[in-house]
């Protein structure tokens, strides 16, 4: 509920603090003395439009709180939480607008900078405001449909309803993803075709370029290279080479016999050893003559296979290394291609049953509504002869709607109708009735509507306009009805109205001295029972309070 409400500088107002309770608070006042700005200053905080013509005279600024105490199951800390905001839900919510004279405007809640569109969020959730011409709520017909289903309890069908169509939605999103995937696929389904065959045939593998880059680079220099070995070689292995000279000298020493033996004798491993790393020195530049190859088209085989690769290459415009992935991406879709037909039919057939689903859902979602919308419109029409609408007629019109307008909440549109003379065509509420009719209308739907579908805090804005005696007797007990079950504050000109409230503010304008001369405020007062009294005799006697108009407003209260 609405705990507190704080004003700086909005209009006539310099400074407000106002404190709030449960139940039906009333707010009274001469026309002309500020009403309407209290409920501009509200909005203000909810996330309502913000105009520099809010601000005070003279001021820089013009900034309001409301402070509210949402319980916590409230749909309000699902936002909070959302928004990343860490607030305790068992701490009080306090929305906070600031309003610059530039007209900037600044919004938080509970001192965190936020968007305004988020405390436009948490306002509906948490704050109703009924008045005339009142285009948002129960006048505007997106909410009808859902006001319905919270009438008939027609939650857990809806919901059936929600989770079918976005079944249906996602095997119909899938049908056309794979269509699309499929025709983008046959557009290029030649152009794959060669190239796989192109690919297949060329064969690239992974890490050939550079394999093939380093073997040209050795057979470009092989011819040089390949002299320079074999002197290498030559000088190795001819008569007076080294491994000549080192067998030679190796059986000349074993031949050594007796004490020259001896003496020699250590000298004979490191030889032998110098001999064998000389034959396998030999045997290596032999091999690596072998490697450089003698074969003088060997260089133009590998040229034109790292070409052939490069050109391919540069025409699916990739490193050649990725070319054996690209071969087999392309391989990939043409066998998708090739299977997409068949994948193609499945998903349509899951598409057709899920649209099946939906359609059973949706029919049984319309029924329940149009049972419900019977049993609401003689709950309604029930409270409309009280409230001087005894000639008017309450329809909840339901229409099945064209396929193309399916969607989560169902097959039709729902919408709330009047006819206010006998006879007369029903129309959209707030295209057929009056500013006063309209707000007896929306009294009585929220009578019926009761603790369903609602904030927990109700304003009303002079429901009771154009109307008196009985009517406005009506009028009050239905507001204290509500208030039973969430928070009513309304803003009455009517004394029988007046006297229903539990809580009662008294609204002035006054003059106050100032710089510039005289300067005119709201101010507003919370009245004791005396004060209340008085105020209600002031109501039904004018400028002139007469002790028979005291009398009455005792009887009033008294009810």
Do not use: C
């Amino acid at each position: 509920m609405l705990s507190a409400l704080s004003i700086k500088d909005i209009v006539l107002i310099d400074r407000l603090e106002l404190t709030f309770s449960p139940g039906l608070s009333v707010l009274t006042g001469e026309t002309g003395a500020g009403k309407s700005i209290l409920l501009d200053a509200l909005g203000l905080a909810l996330g309502g439009r913000g105009e520099r013509a809010l601000i005070r005279a003279g001021a820089e600024r013009a900034v309001v709180s409301a402070v509210f105490e949402p319980g916590h199951g409230h749909p309000a800390w699902d936002v909070i939480r959302d928004q990343g905001l860490e607030i305790d839900p068992g701490e009080p919510l306090i929305l906070r607008r600031i309003l610059e004279s530039d007209g900037r405007s600044r919004a938080f809640v509970n001192d965190a900078p936020v968007g305004v569109g988020l405390l436009r969020d948490l306002g509906d959730l948490l704050v109703e405001i009924h008045g005339q011409h009142d285009d948002r709520g129960l006048l505007n017909p997106a909410a009808h449909r859902r006001l319905l289903d919270a009438f008939g309890g027609l939650d857990e069908v809806a919901a059936a309803v929600r989770q079918a169509h976005g079944q249906w939605r996602a095997a119909a999103d899938a049908v056309a993803a794979e269509e699309s995937k499929l025709n983008a696929a046959r557009a290029e389904e030649e152009f794959l075709r060669f190239a796989v065959n192109e690919l297949t045939e060329l064969a690239p593998a992974a890490g050939e370029e550079a394999r093939l880059s380093a073997r040209r680079t050795l057979l470009q220099q092989g011819e040089k290279l390949r002299g320079s070995l074999n002197e290498i070689l030559a000088d190795l292995t001819r008569d007076h080479g080294a491994d000549a000279a080192l067998r030679g000298a190796l059986r000349r020493l074993e031949r050594m016999t007796g004490a020259a033996g001896e003496i020699v004798a250590p000298v004979l491993a490191p030889l032998e050893r110098a001999a064998v790393e000389a034959a396998e020195a030999i045997a290596l530049l032999e091999e690596a003559l072998a490697a450089i190859g003698a074969d003088p088209s060997e260089l133009e085989r590998v040229e034109e296979r790292l070409f052939s690769l490069r050109a391919a290459a540069r025409k699916h415009q990739v490193q050649v290394d990725d070319l054996p992935a690209l071969a087999q991406r392309f391989a990939d879709e043409l066998r998708s291609l090739d299977q997409g037909a068949e994948r193609l039919h499945d998903l349509k057939k899951a598409e057709r049953q899920t649209r099946a689903t939906f359609i059973d859902e949706a029919a049984r979602l319309r029924d329940r509504r149009r049972r419900a919308a019977t049993a609401f419109d003689t709950a309604v029409n029930k409270e409309l002869r009280p409230l001087k609408l005894e000639k008017a007629r309450f329809l909840t019109r339901i229409d099945e709607l064209p396929e193309a307008e399916w969607s989560a909440e169902g097959g039709e549109r729902v919408e709330f109708e009047v006819a206010t003379n006998p006879g007369a065509p029903s129309g959209p509420l707030m295209k057929i009735a009056s500013g006063g009719e309209q707000s007896r209308f929306i009294l009585a739907l929220k009578v019926v509507l009761a603790a369903r579908g609602s904030a927990p805090t109700l304003v009303f804005d002079e429901v009771d306009r154009g109307v008196g005696g009985a009517v406005a007797d009506a009028v009050g007990e239905r507001l204290a009805r509500l208030a039973r079950n969430a928070q009513v504050l309304v803003v009455t000109h009517s004394p029988q109205v007046a006297a229903a409230g539990e809580h009662h503010w008294r609204i002035l304008k006054r003059l106050r001295a100032a710089a510039s001369g005289q300067q005119a405020v709201t101010e507003v007062a919370a009245l004791d029972r005396d004060a209340r009294q008085e105020e209600i005799a002031r109501m039904l006697a004018g400028a002139q309070v007469t002790d028979e108009a005291r009398a009455a407003a005792a009887r009033l209260m008294q009810r």
